[in-house]
């Protein structure tokens, strides 16, 4: 099983980022998907959520509005596009896998960075 997270880095704040996370070796469409972030001497938080078909998602009150979570199942991925980006949303982001039985699934992140 690998989730691999792409995407991230710097950029000003007002701008956009679109994170990648590509998932394999499980049946992607049966997994609810989610985005975690988390910043310097905070605790992980969750961003954005989806289930399997890509009919439910959630969102975090800090970013909604600006960050819209979405799935392609025949590409395996989830994305989250990130507009109007502030400095408070600089963290790592993590892709999370949750099958409908077994143990879920972390990437190990990407790391986005919003400053002028």
């Known amino acids: 099983v690998q989730v691999v997270e792409s995407g991230g880095g710097l950029v000003q704040p007002g701008g956009s980022l679109r994170l990648s996370c590509a998932a394999s070796?499980?049946?992607?469409?049966?997994?609810?998907m989610s985005w975690y972030r988390q910043a310097p001497g905070k605790e992980r938080e969750l961003v954005a959520a989806?289930?399997?078909?890509?009919?439910?998602?959630n969102y975090a009150d800090s970013v909604k509005g600006r960050f819209t979570i979405s799935r392609v199942n025949a590409k395996n991925t989830v994305y989250l596009q990130m507009n109007s980006l502030k400095p408070e949303d600089t963290a790592m982001y993590y892709c999370?896998?949750?099958?409908?039985?077994?143990?879920?699934?972390w990437g190990k992140g990407t790391l986005v960075t919003v400053s002028s």
């Open positions: 999370y896998a949750k099958k409908p039985v077994g143990s879920p699934y």
């Open positions: 070796g499980f049946t992607f469409s049966s997994a609810s």
């Open positions: 989806i289930s399997g078909g890509g009919g439910v998602r």
